[in-house]
């Protein structure tokens, strides 16, 4: 009988030292390339302090760096260093589909929507629920080297993306509802029985929630409609204000008043456009954000126009423009040198790096923006720590979308239900012998809608173009 392996690539038994190790010249930066990550077609990746983390598109994940706390593996001794990837082999069959890495723990995404969590559980990051309810803990006196275990979601409720800060985790879920543990002035502060406890922030509730970023003692996310909230420490004017020192809510960020929308006071920023519609109202492009990173004490908005919106540290340049002592507390905008258009942002310490819609890879300077990849068709970027940055690159056949090799269920979105109403109406008017169980269907769907908040704001922007005849005015449904 033949040996038998876990793995899906025998290398990942050999010691480093035996594997083949090649160096790319990209420009003038040096790219290293081992074999164990070579055969390997990356999905996601992110990288901190003193690791990083990636998954592959077979849902196995590799950890690299400094094993502090137990943050690449509990198994492994405290502080030891991995210097090329290893297979975390304690997640088992588990698919992986998404990586953050924290300070010193790390979270996981599969591919049915749970997280899994370990390292650190110091201030509660990991979001473990705690089967003995007279537990008491303080942030900062959590365990550590703690095994990874599945996030306490919530009954019902499926995670499609996740966020790290430097001790606390973010979750979004399909319904766009945020939850948080960790850091109480990012989490919230509550008792300590309910140590390290996932919680959704009240004043997000209902929000139309898309996208998010950790950073280190401030978070930000973006709503569907294209605004940025901030909140967590407002060192150096990190959420985009001069005062107060921290914002213990979630606020929207004031946006520079130079939208190229054309319109005028008192509705700046905004733009209206009449279509077979009617008349649709929404943020000008180049204020509507798409994308939001956080790094230490510094910001950095992508709009849909492709420009970025900053503020701020920027003792180091990380906002793009030349290196000051003095912060940017009121943001302003920072374009592509080239005259181009820039897609995502990440953000470490005193650095950031920029995605531009050519797949070229921008990071910042003490001088300005720099390009430090270019003509390689990156698809996705990472940053993190001091200086450090991953990009993945387009496999030779050319592919520009990252593509997993098993499948994963769709995101629940209010945009669907709105579909199904609307097919159920079309269907009402080409056959009327079926207008009965079609307007059950509707009643069904609607009071799924319902049970959702942020799907009906997903409404508020899907509806006008419902624009029905007056022959369902009277429609009755049993």
């Not at 300070?103 to 110091?122: E, I, R």
């Not at 008192?266 to 279509?275: A, G």
């Not at 503020?311 to 943001?331: H, Y």
């Not at 310490?349 to 531009?356: E, I, K, P």
Request: aromatic share 4%; hydrophobic share 35%.
């Amino acid at each position: 009988m033949g040996k038998q392996s876990l793995h899906d690539d025998e290398d990942d038994r050999l010691p480093t030292s035996l594997l083949d190790t090649t160096t790319t010249a990209v420009g003038d930066q040096q790219l290293q390339v081992t074999s164990r990550l070579g055969s390997k077609a990356i999905l996601a990746v992110s990288t901190g302090q003193h690791h990083a983390a990636c998954a592959t598109s077979q849902g196995t994940v590799y950890v690299v760096g400094t094993n502090l706390h137990g943050c690449l593996d509990p198994d492994l001794p405290e502080e030891q260093v991995c210097s090329r990837p290893v297979l975390l082999e304690s997640l088992g069959q588990i698919r992986v589909v998404q990586v953050s890495c924290g300070y010193d723990h790390t979270a996981a995404l599969s591919s049915n929507g749970s997280v899994l969590t370990w390292g650190s559980n110091s201030h509660g990051q990991l979001g473990h629920r705690i089967t003995n309810s007279t537990m008491k803990v303080n942030p900062g006196e959590g365990p550590t080297h703690v095994r990874p275990a599945g996030m306490f979601i919530g009954k019902g409720r499926r995670v499609s993306a996740i966020a790290c800060g430097t001790h606390f985790t973010m979750v979004l879920t399909t319904r766009r509802s945020l939850l948080v543990c960790g850091t109480p002035s990012i989490a919230g502060h509550r008792d300590s029985s309910e140590f390290g406890t996932l919680k959704e922030l009240p004043s997000l509730v209902g929000l139309p929630l898309v996208g998010m970023s950790a950073g280190h003692a401030h978070a930000a996310v973006v709503t569907a409609h294209g605004t940025a909230l901030v909140w967590g420490s407002n060192r150096k004017g990190a959420c985009g204000r001069e005062y107060p020192e921290e914002l213990a809510l979630p606020v929207p960020v004031k946006v520079v008043s130079d939208s190229k929308a054309g319109t005028t006071l008192p509705f700046t920023n905004w733009e209206f456009r009449k279509d077979s519609d009617g008349m649709i109202v929404k943020l000008a492009d180049d204020v509507a954000i798409q994308h939001v990173a956080c790094g230490y004490a510094h910001t950095i908005l992508v709009a849909r126009s492709g420009r970025l919106l900053v503020f701020g540290d920027n003792c180091r340049g990380q906002l793009g423009t030349t290196a000051s002592e003095k912060p940017v507390v009121n943001a302003i905008p920072v374009y592509h040198p080239n005259g181009g258009r820039f897609v995502s942002a990440e953000a470490g310490n005193a650095h950031s790096v920029l995605l531009d819609s050519e797949g070229d890879v921008w990071m910042t300077t003490s001088t300005g923006l720099r390009c430090i990849l270019e003509g390689q068709h990156a698809l996705a970027i990472a940053a993190g720590g001091d200086d450090n940055a991953v990009a993945i690159g387009s496999p030779p056949s050319g592919n520009t979308t990252l593509n997993r090799q098993f499948s994963m269920d769709s995101a629940e979105d209010g945009t669907m239900i709105v579909d199904q109403v609307e097919s159920l109406l079309d269907e009402m008017d080409s056959d009327s012998a079926n207008k009965v169980e079609a307007g059950q269907d509707i009643a069904k769907r609607t009071e799924e809608l319902l049970r959702y908040v942020t799907s009906l704001h997903d409404c508020a922007v899907i509806f006008p173009s419902l624009n029905r005849s007056s022959s369902h005015e009277h429609c009755h449904f049993a």
